[in-house]
């Protein structure tokens, strides 16, 4: 019986073939100092081979514009429900506001996500209200990427209005909205997800929505969040039902996953349950950064972009996943609520210039990119950023603005 070694799957992954799910648990599962030490090699020269020495980053915002949420998943200190105190939701002029500041400070994109909260419905339709915030911010901003609405939040408005995933997307894209964030997939294993967030979609609705997103023209990220009670045959059992979605939309020509990003579990403020049973309130960096290099290898050449949370890292635990198969540091976020009120140390915002310091303390070159991981020269982002009507213009044209 021929016995497979560390050194032989690294050499296989080298050779740009895609690993069994049996040889990535194996790489999961290496202890030694001096098999890791490989591992990271590895991933390393992965990374230079497929995506090359210059290290990205985007200039976003994020905004999450309710916390109020009909749903209790077991890790999330950021959900309200409507009444409690800390519960909001924002309104048009609100998020005009915030888009307007991100454009000022040379935003290119826009990062959208929140509670599912069913009051959130205009003239009695969730996805009236949805389009309404989507259309109201592209004519303002029309250059600005709007990355919005996870496949939960898709799967929500579906159910709600009696609509098709195909039919929420297409609506969604021609809108304006231009990708769609892959969130909401935790850990794509049921037995996890029963545990973890039992009101959510499941793994293979998950699968469907993000697939179909491909099918309707639109780009998506991926997301794993991690370190909390899945295995490593779970953890490798995520990134194989990644890429062969992947593999799929893009045998059929469609846009695909542009990017893979690792979520470590921040559990300082998280339900008690949950933080009971991890055991522990802030990421193992030695962990995250083990599933970082593994993540790189086992993709390969089918998700070329990595990218670590420095809010979940913090700075110093990001600039080391440059190290272990990542190309892109993320972006500026300018301000985040869901990590940071579940007691991650990271921020909420990062300068331009502290993640350029952070990229050339490697001795590595750093260039800005938009969403889809194209390069962006000083005098494409002013023209991106340029609004098309002041905040205040769309939002009188909005109004009235009222829920139902």
Same mark, same amino acid.
């Given at each position: 019986m021929v016995t497979v070694t560390i050194e032989a799957i690294l050499d296989r992954a080298l050779a740009g073939h895609d690993l069994s799910w049996e040889e990535g648990v194996m790489?999961?599962?290496?202890?030694?100092?001096?098999?890791?030490?490989?591992?990271?090699?590895?991933? @390393?020269?992965?990374?230079?081979?497929?995506?090359g020495e210059t290290v990205t980053y985007v200039i976003n915002r994020n905004?999450?514009?309710?916390?109020?949420?009909?749903?209790?998943?077991?890790?999330?200190?950021f959900r309200r429900d409507e009444g409690d105190e800390g519960a909001y939701w924002l309104d048009l002029g609100q998020m005009l506001e915030k888009a307007s500041d991100a454009v000022q400070r040379g935003a290119t994109e826009l990062?959208?996500?929140?509670?599912?909260?069913?009051?959130?419905?205009?003239?009695?339709?969730?996805?009236?209200?949805?389009?309404?915030?989507?259309?109201? *911010?592209?004519?303002?901003?029309?250059?600005?990427?709007?990355?919005?609405?996870?496949?939960?939040?898709?799967q929500f408005i579906a159910r709600e209005d009696g609509?098709?995933? /195909?039919?929420?997307?297409?609506?969604?894209? @021609?809108?304006?909205?231009?990708? *769609?964030?892959?969130?909401?997939?935790?850990?794509?294993?049921?037995?996890?997800?029963?545990? !973890?967030?039992?009101?959510?979609?499941?793994?293979?609705?998950?699968?469907?929505?993000?697939?179909?997103?491909?099918?309707?023209? !639109?780009?998506?990220?991926?997301t794993m969040l991690s370190g909390h009670i899945e295995t490593p045959e779970q953890q490798v059992r995520?990134?194989?039902? !990644?890429?062969?979605?992947?593999? /799929?939309?893009?045998?059929?020509?469609?846009?695909?996953?542009?990017?893979?990003i690792l979520l470590p579990f921040v559990g300082q403020e998280a339900p008690k349950p949950l933080r009971r049973r991890v055991g522990r309130d802030q990421?193992?960096?030695?962990?995250? !950064?083990?599933?970082?290099?593994?993540?790189?290898?086992?993709?390969?050449?089918?998700?070329?972009?990595?990218?670590?949370?420095?809010?979940?890292?913090?700075?110093?635990?990001?600039?080391?996943a440059l190290t272990w198969g990542c190309n892109d540091i993320g972006g500026t976020l300018m301000e985040e609520h869901i990590t940071t009120m579940a007691g991650a140390q990271g921020g909420t915002c990062m300068a331009v210039e502290t993640l350029q310091a952070?990229?050339?303390?490697?001795?590595?070159?750093?260039?800005?990119?938009?969403?889809?991981?194209?390069?962006?020269?000083?005098?494409?982002?002013?023209?991106?950023?340029?609004?098309?009507?002041t905040a205040e213009d769309a939002l009188q044209a909005a109004s009235p603005f009222t829920s139902s």
């Open positions: 790489l999961l599962k290496a202890r030694s100092p001096d098999a890791i030490a490989q591992i990271r090699t590895t991933a @390393d020269r992965l990374r230079q081979q497929q995506s905004i999450n514009f309710t916390n109020i949420c009909e749903q209790h998943c077991s890790f999330c200190a990062c959208m996500q929140g509670g599912l909260n069913p009051q959130a419905k205009l003239n009695g339709s969730l996805l009236s209200y949805y389009l309404k915030v989507v259309s109201t *911010l592209k004519d303002t901003f029309l250059h600005l990427h709007l990355h919005a609405f996870s496949p939960q939040e898709v609509l098709s995933y /195909a039919g929420v997307i297409a609506a969604l894209r @021609d809108a304006g909205v231009d990708s *769609l964030p892959g969130t909401a997939a935790e850990v794509l294993d049921d037995d996890v997800r029963r545990v !973890l967030c039992p009101e959510k979609i499941d793994t293979a609705t998950w699968l469907e929505i993000v697939g179909t997103a491909h099918q309707q023209g !639109l780009h998506t990220t991926s995520h990134l194989e039902r !990644l890429r062969s979605l992947q593999k /799929a939309s893009l045998d059929q020509g469609y846009p695909g996953i542009t990017e893979f990421p193992v960096l030695a962990d995250a !950064l083990l599933l970082t290099a593994v993540a790189r290898i086992f993709l390969g050449r089918w998700i070329p972009n990595h990218q670590p949370s420095w809010v979940k890292l913090g700075l110093a635990g990001a600039i080391d952070a990229i050339a303390s490697l001795d590595r070159p750093y260039q800005q990119r938009d969403t889809l991981y194209r390069a962006i020269s000083a005098e494409s982002a002013v023209a991106v950023g340029h609004p098309q009507a």
